[in-house]
């Protein structure tokens, strides 16, 4: 089969590897009717992650038919249209009995890894670092599914691939995000990150009720979709961002944070420095200062930072003193997808959203290397590339 695989920093080819196989009772096959591109994968892009190995085949947002099963899978048919989440969960252990699906204690397979990094094991991941178990990914023909009867999430009649595709991961990772806030209907939230988890972290807060939603970005792009969703704009190139927020709340600034950027700006460089305390990360300094340093300063005393943004490794001179005095409450982790997915389900059928929106760019398998540059650089208004192989 055809898949997008990785092969270092900068460097995602378009190869020939073989197809994947039924390798435990409960797993099924998926055919990938179409798959897209998130920010996540664009660490791996950058190099950042570590734990990356030459070959893997990149991608946890998919959905498809699936194609087999195996013969303890009660739930799945051959024949059925699903969207899978990213986060791999096998549905029995405490933390997934408890909801908590992206924290799953048997999914992932590199235990040793996770723990050393992590001081615990996480869920598994598809097309992720070895240190999520480095399941082969979705941005291919064909992808194994494990533990595929707990999890997928079946598509009723009538509903394209682009309304139910970002079901597996930035939808239901802007609602947490937005959850997580606890938005009270007085709530002014604020989005820092207005790519794909930041244009559903503003839809959710609106649609939890908060007063006001206000983003930021510097991509006049994503800034007109943030408006067009409902958010009042900063660009952060243009505008003192904590004189704007104070502006726009009395003063007193936003109750809730949410940090959809992630380490974009600051960023690990090796297995090594997550893994040896001794060797700090490797800092990255921009002309920004860093979105988490930003927020704890921005937010209102007693409010919440809610970070969806996926750090790898060490963050330095985090002003823990404005936290801890301020009484502010972090929220943050990879999502637990599965918990969500019905209820969003619902809303989609509802007619509440349409997630469609987001979608800037569409091709086959074939582009996605061209196309992780494209989205990477927001070039051309690259805001969601789906790609259909
Ligand atoms: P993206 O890279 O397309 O979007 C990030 C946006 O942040 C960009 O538009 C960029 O211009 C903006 N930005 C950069 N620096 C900024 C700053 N200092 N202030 C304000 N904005 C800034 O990525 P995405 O797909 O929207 O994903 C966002 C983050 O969410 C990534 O870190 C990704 O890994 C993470 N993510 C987390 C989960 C989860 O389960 N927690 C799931 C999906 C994605
Ligand atoms: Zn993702
Ligand atoms: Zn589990």
Redesign the pocket.
């Known amino acids: 089969m055809r898949a997008l695989c990785w092969h270092g920093k900068h460097d995602i080819r378009c190869d020939t590897v073989p197809d994947p196989g039924i390798e435990d009772g409960r797993d099924a096959i998926l055919k990938v009717t179409s798959c897209a591109i ?3 994968d ?2 791996l892009f950058d190099g950042v992650m570590p734990g990356m190995e030459h070959g893997d085949v990149m991608g946890h947002e998919f959905m498809g038919e699936v194609v087999e099963v195996g013969r303890d899978n009660k739930a799945l048919k051959v024949g059925d249209r699903v969207v899978v989440p990213f986060t791999i969960s096998c549905g029995e252990c405490e933390q997934c009995r408890r909801g908590n699906f ?1 924290v799953c204690e048997r999914s992932n397979r590199n235990k040793k890894l996770a723990d050393k990094a992590f001081g615990h094991s996480t869920a598994g991941l598809y097309g992720y670092t070895h240190l999520t178990g480095g399941y082969p990914g979705g941005q291919a023909e064909y992808v194994r599914v494990p533990y595929a009867d707990c999890g997928p999430l079946k598509i009723p009649e009538g509903l394209s691939d682009e309304q139910v595709l970002f079901l597996g ?2 939808f239901p ?1 802007g609602w947490q995000a937005a959850v997580a806030c606890d938005i009270e209907p007085e709530d002014t939230v604020c989005v ?7 244009q559903f972290a503003i839809r959710s807060a609106l649609l939890l009720g908060a007063r006001q939603v206000i983003a ?4 006049p792009e ?1 800034l007109a979709m943030a408006a067009a969703g409902g958010a009042i704009t900063i660009d ?1 190139d243009e505008e003192p961002v904590l004189e704007r927020l104070a502006e726009l709340t009395g003063g007193k600034g936003p109750q809730k944070c949410i940090d ?6 600051h960023a690990t460089r090796s297995l090594d420095s997550i893994v040896d305390r001794a060797k700090q990360a490797v800092m990255l300094e921009t002309d ?1 200062p860093h ?1 988490l340093r930003e927020m704890i300063m921005a937010c209102r005393p007693a409010g919440i930072l809610s970070v ?3 750090y790898g490794g060490f963050v330095d001179k985090i002003p823990m003193g404005a936290l801890m005095n301020k009484g502010l409450t972090l929220r943050t ?3 637990h997808v599965p918990r969500w997915t019905e209820d969003l389900l619902r809303r989609i059928r509802d007619g509440q959203i349409d997630p469609s929106f987001v979608i800037t760019h569409s091709a086959g398998l074939e582009d996605g290397p061209g196309l992780y540059k494209t989205f990477r650089d ?1 070039e051309d208004g690259c805001i969601k590339v789906v790609l259909k192989p």
């Open positions: 998130c920010g996540s664009l660490h992206s991961d930035i990772t820092w990150g207005a790519g794909p988890v930041g930021i970005d510097r991509v994503r952060f959809a950027v992630g380490m974009e700006a920004r979105v969806p943004g996926v982790g990879q999502t927001k």
